[in-house]
């Protein structure tokens, strides 16, 4: 999504490298401005801009990246418990209104034993996101979710969380940013939730591939 601690690396990326041969597929919200308060928190290219540095590729439905790989654009709302919440304001096709962060995306890999989900922050809400991933690609098998879940209480959403997690029989849970230790801490007491960071490899006898 485009939230600046998402996007801002595209900026060293652009001093660095030659960036016109690479594809970048997004939310066609993704590059619109974004505030929260006074300060500005998108991305540091506009979609215009990206079109003129990459091969840029808007996306708001589900596109495959390879033969194996799945973009799923927009996430629909789907799980009643899951209710978004607004972050800031964006400024879509030049009209301000409260930004409920619809381009939030992720990734599936379909893999021969199921499908492994990887996602940014979660904005969309994880069984959200999971949800969709099965119904775009006819699969029930979760092989892994590994990424960030955006859940920092332990409350009613977060047990309906588990509970939605446990029934659809997800094998193991790489939680990352926006997962507070709390949050994990309750998962691990009926999820397999596994170790992952900055560094690690997932390996294929964790079943990823």
Known sequence: HGHNDHTRGLK???????????EVIAHPSCFDEKVFGEESIGAPYSAADMAGICR??????????????????????AVDFETRKAIGRT?????????????????????EE????????????????????????????????????????????LEQTIRYLERMGVKTLYPCHCVSLKAKIKMAETLNVSEVGVGMEIMAQDRMC
């Open 12 to 22: 060293f990326m652009k001093e660095r490298l030659e960036l016109s041969g690479m």
């Open 114 to 157: 199921g499908i492994f989900i990887i996602k940014g922050c979660s904005h969309s809400g994880i069984c959200n996101i999971v949800d969709y991933a099965v119904k775009v690609c006819g699969e029930s098998r979760i092989v892994g979710i590994l990424g960030g879940f955006h859940l920092f209480d332990v409350d009613n959403r």
């Open 91 to 111: 400024r879509i096709r030049g009209k301000w209104q409260d930004d409920y962060v619809r381009d939030d995306s992720a990734l599936v890999y379909r893999g």
């Open 56 to 77: 840029y590729r808007p996306c708001g439905g589900p596109c495959n990246i390879s033969e194996r790989l799945v973009f799923l654009g927009e996430i629909p709302d």
